[in-house]
């Protein structure tokens, strides 16, 4: 959908406009008048006959101007009642002001469940409630109360931007304003009973003005559209950071009583992320870095730096943080060492980084020289310069030389400069108006350049993969009503989907246990579990034996785990025992949580003792494909565990991958119905051997 009319208006109704400069009512009026708003304002108050030298309207189907936009700052049980008059005066937006819903619980839920169904009635759309209002740059739209809306001289820039904290979400406008960044459209979100933040972040996608986005996200129940929003973001080449709040415990308290919003787990959020392509950012200055080289216009093709530094300590400071942060400064050609060590001074370094010395940057042919041959290097993407706090001068000749040098190149050429702008003015002006970026430290540029380059790769590694279907159940039928079904039926489920489970079968109590196991051809050794829905975790309660050697020891096993459940859990309904086969190879989880924002996400970890000592699991919103899988597993801390060590053969990382994506379209498949999984162990063997679920649960709803 557009929000063209909401953002550029051809007039904006004041719900609730109020003379008093304290009320909310009062802020929005003065602040249109105070932007330059010029279209229609229509001030709608039965108690005034004019405001601000305004006619002011009893009703909004007085008005009778063009008019797309409403702002709206009436108590909230008459909120509902003023999205009708809204919409009967032919009004399609509104920017709710008011608060005093869910946030408030009680009543407040009663009052947004009405306001909910008067804009489906009604096809208003809606910003908010409880929230701070928007701005229009380009259109000097400032409908808004607060603090922001006294602030109208905004520079128009290329970032928009939407948060679900008025009062944090316009301080971040605040600061990175005063560091440069401009911006176009910037939207308090509030509760979100209308119009979402994914919905917002994806209309300033499209929007030509707009060449990056972000959001301060607390939580959203609409999770699942962040992986749409992220492939939109990389198909436009425009990135979309996000800044999500709640990731502690504490954090995520506060976040769910601050705006109710469904603050979902941070892991799962940063798992949507990463299959996304979307930008995880942490505090204002990535915003600032990362627009900055965004304005730039040129994305890298790869991760390899090519460094030049009038300072041997910034050369330092930025190669750690940039291989810290998944850059690599390689060796440059010999060819380009050639040329270098006939331009640097004895006492600097050719080497990447290289340190060219302050005097090189003396001489505006030396500098242009040294450029062009970095940048003719076939291994380098990008190219950064080190000017420390070069002034005047100096520095106006290096940016003579960078410009000249990036117009003859395409690939990004950046900066780390902290010098004084007020000793440096027609520097920074060039560089300004030749969109050159120039961040303040090395260690900012170096972060900034790895989230643009990780955006840049995830362009050319995510876009060409496809999310399988879902695969439908085609077994028999399930049970209606909430449940955990027994370990064999567990396996059943999984079996019927082409997951691969251990051999074994199930003996009913009081049959005899060797003679089943020989009628299957199960082999020693052998497992011994007790059968039954009612007890999920079979080892605290003493109802699994492994390892079993011999017939003479399965008998007594199976009498064993039996009468130790009954003892555990003397209401349990026990059906018999299970024999199953040893598996072997490296221990993997794969679990399956249903998340009420994302649906079914997939997990994986190392098993066994990893899996609570490391907290070492990786996730993915399914379904997903193989390379989605293969990421996964190259994300685990402890993956070179299955790469083989001290002389074990590597495990088959290409059938626990094959098992992550069947997993993930039987969970996608089995939606609603299902609660979680848990396949804890799976034994993934020797490479070629594939792998096995020798465990398994599964809860249904």
Same mark, same amino acid.
């Given at each position: /959908? ?11 109704? #004041? ?7 304290? $009320? ?16 229609? *304002? ?40 003023? #999205? ?49 209002? /928007? ?19 905004? $520079? ?16 971040? #406008? ?31 996608? @499209? ?20 992986? @749409? ?52 950012? +942490? ?15 040129? *994305? ?62 003396? %001489?505006?042919?030396? !500098? ?11 291994? !380098? ?26 117009? =003859?190149? +395409? ?8 010098? $004084?702008?007020? $000793? ?5 002006? &060039? ?26 790769? +995830? ?7 496809? /999310? ?95 009468? %130790? ?24 989880? !794969? ?38 899988? =293969? ?10 565990? &299955? ?15 094959? /098992?992550?994506?069947?997993?993930? =379209? ?28 020798? +465990? ?6």
């Amino acid at each position: /959908m557009s929000f063209e009319r909401l953002f550029h208006p051809r007039g904006v109704a #004041i719900i609730g406009a109020s003379a008093d400069p304290s $009320r909310i009512g009062g802020h929005p009026l003065k602040a249109l008048v105070k932007a330059g708003y010029k279209g229609g *304002l229509y001030p709608v108050n039965p108690k005034y006959p004019e405001l601000a030298g305004f006619t002011c309207y009893p009703d909004a189907k007085s008005i009778k101007g063009a008019c797309d936009l409403a702002v709206v700052a009436v108590p909230a049980p008459m909120v509902s009642a003023a #999205i009708r008059d809204v919409a009967a005066a032919g009004i399609s937006y509104a920017v709710i002001l008011t608060a005093g819903f869910r946030e408030t619980g009680g009543d407040g839920i009663n009052l947004e469940t009405e306001l909910k169904k008067t804009l489906a009635e009604t096809g208003v759309r809606a910003i908010g409630p409880n929230c701070q209002g /928007m701005l229009s740059v380009p259109a000097r739209v400032w409908a808004a109360f607060g603090s922001v809306s006294e602030e109208t001289d905004l $520079r128009l820039g290329e970032v928009s931007g939407a948060f679900q904290s008025g009062g944090f979400g316009y301080a971040i #406008i605040n600061l990175a304003e005063l560091q440069g960044v401009g911006f176009r459209y910037c939207v308090s979100t509030g509760n979100e009973t209308d119009v979402t933040m994914p919905e917002l972040l994806s209309a300033f996608l @499209d929007d030509d003005g707009t060449k990056l986005a972000f959001g301060y996200m607390e939580g959203t129940p609409d999770a699942r559209s962040l992986l @749409d929003l992220g492939r939109k973001s990389l198909e436009t080449g425009k990135p979309v950071l996000l800044w999500k709040g709640g990731i502690t415990e504490t954090g995520a308290k506060a976040a769910a009583s601050h705006t109710a919003n469904m603050t979902g787990r941070a892991d799962l959020y940063r798992a949507a992320f990463r299959q996304a392509g979307i930008v995880e950012v +942490d505090d204002v200055e990535p915003i600032v870095d990362i627009a900055a080289i965004i304005k730039h216009g040129r *994305l890298p093709r790869g991760p390899n730096v090519g460094v030049l530094s009038v300072s041997g300590g910034s050369g330092v400071v930025f190669a750690d943080r940039a291989v810290e942060e998944g850059l690599a400064l390689p060796p440059f050609s010999d060819e380009t060492m050639r040329k270098l060590r006939d331009i640097v001074p004895a006492f600097g370094s050719a080497a990447n980084p290289a340190d060219v010395t302050a005097g090189v940057f003396n %001489n505006l042919k030396l !500098i242009t020289s040294t450029l062009d041959i970095v940048l003719e290097d076939p291994g !380098i993407d990008q190219l950064v310069v080190l000017l420390a706090s070069v002034p005047g001068d100096p520095a106006l000749k290096a940016a003579e030389a960078i410009i000249s040098a990036s117009k =003859r190149s +395409d690939k990004p050429v950046l900066l780390a400069w902290s010098g $004084r702008k007020s $000793r440096s003015e027609a520097a920074w002006k &060039l560089l300004e108006d030749a969109r050159i970026p120039f961040i303040t430290t090395p260690a900012r540029l170096a972060k900034a350049m790895a989230a643009v380059t990780r955006f840049a790769l +995830d362009r050319e590694r995510l876009l060409g993969r496809k /999310m399988p279907a879902p695969l439908p159940y085609k077994g028999q039928p399930l049970p209606d009503s909430a449940v955990s079904l027994s370990e064999s039926e567990s396996k059943e489920l999984l079996r019927s989907y082409g997951v691969a489970v251990t051999k074994e079968i199930v003996v009913p109590e009081g049959k005899d246990v060797v003679a089943a196991a020989t009628a299957a051809g199960l082999a020693y050794p052998l497992a011994v579990k007790v059968v039954s829905r009612d007890i999920a975790h079979k080892t605290e309660v003493g109802g699994v034996k492994l390892g079993i050697a011999d017939a003479s020891a399965l008998a007594a096993a199976a009498g064993e785990v039996i009468a %130790n459940a009954r003892k555990a859990k003397p209401k349990a309904a026990i059906e018999g025992v299970l024999l199953a086969e040893m598996a072997e190879g490296t221990e993997v989880l !794969i679990g399956v949580i249903n998340d009420p924002g994302f649906g079914p996400t997939v997990a994986v970890g190392m098993g066994g003792v990893l899996t609570e000592i490391l907290k070492d699991v990786t996730y993915r919103i399914a379904p997903f494909d193989i390379e989605t899988a =293969r990421d996964m597993i190259g994300e685990l801390r402890a993956a070179r565990i &299955l790469d083989g060590y001290r002389g074990k053969p590597a495990a088959d990382k290409e059938a626990l991958a094959e /098992m992550l994506v069947t997993v993930s =379209r039987m969970a996608a498949g089995l939606g609603d119905r299902l609660s979680e999984m848990d396949l804890n162990p799976v034994f993934v063997g020797p490479r070629g051997s594939g792998a096995k679920a020798a +465990d398994a649960l599964v809860v249904l709803k």
